[in-house]
């Protein structure tokens, strides 16, 4: 089914360990998102791109950085885990017919 | 700055009532949508809103806009067990770059009780 897809789905990481979580559409959108879930609140922005080769910044950046080497793929690379980045993380991708999010992927730092 | 709030953030009802969500903005938008989510799952697509006036309706569920009063309202109608999830506004934002970010209320939990 067309859509996006975020892998992994869970994972959980020490304080100071490094990860990259995937983002691919299929959809042939220009725009892409990264979002954090936190309990009790709406999505935030972390970073997105409005198409191959650029990024920028959202809400909450810091601690976060992202690539968009291809158009269908963009990533979301934790350098230094800490505690307070153990969240919910989805992308999304957009058309002028609105977003679409992925699944999702429940990250934990311990 | 924009900030969307959702009222009430918690509501617990019993099947066959009907119930409104609301959602008001505080700066000029005129894209609004509508989202569920359910435990430990993303986010659906029920309603986008693009204009002032516009009304959508997708069985129990209709939402509306009003652009002047910054207003969105998520209208339940003789709710059932299934409907029971969290839901959530959010309001499109055109930035500095030419660019729309969303930004997000903090959800309704809603619980429908048979």
């Known amino acids: 089914n067309a859509g996006v897809t975020q892998t992994p789905k869970f994972r959980v990481l020490k304080t100071g360990q490094s990860m990259t979580l995937l983002c691919a559409q299929d959809m042939n959108h220009e725009y892409m998102y990264w979002y954090r879930q936190d309990p009790g609140m709406g999505l935030r922005l972390i970073h997105y791109s409005v198409g191959e080769g650029t990024t920028a910044k959202g809400e909450v950046p810091d601690g976060y950085n992202v690539s968009r080497l291809k158009k269908q793929n963009f990533l979301l690379g934790l350098e230094s885990a800490a505690p307070s980045q153990t969240s919910v993380y989805f992308c999304a991708s957009s058309s002028v017919r609105g977003y679409t999010f992925g699944s999702g992927t429940r990250l934990t730092v311990v | 700055e924009l900030k969307v709030e959702q009222n009430p953030l918690f509501l617990s009802m019993q099947e066959g009532k009907n119930y409104t969500i609301y959602c008001n903005y505080s700066?000029?938008?005129?894209?609004l949508y509508w989202y569920r989510q359910d435990p430990g799952k993303s986010l659906e697509s029920l309603f986008v809103l693009l204009s002032n006036g516009a009304v959508k309706q997708e069985g129990r569920l209709m939402a509306s806009l009003d652009t002047k009063a910054r207003l969105s309202t998520l209208h339940i109608t003789a709710a059932v067990h299934d409907l029971s999830a969290t839901y959530f506004c959010a309001v499109d934002l055109l930035q500095m770059d030419s660019n729309y970010q969303l930004i997000w209320g903090a959800g309704t939990k809603l619980i429908i009780k048979p």
């Open positions: 700066t000029t938008s005129d894209r």
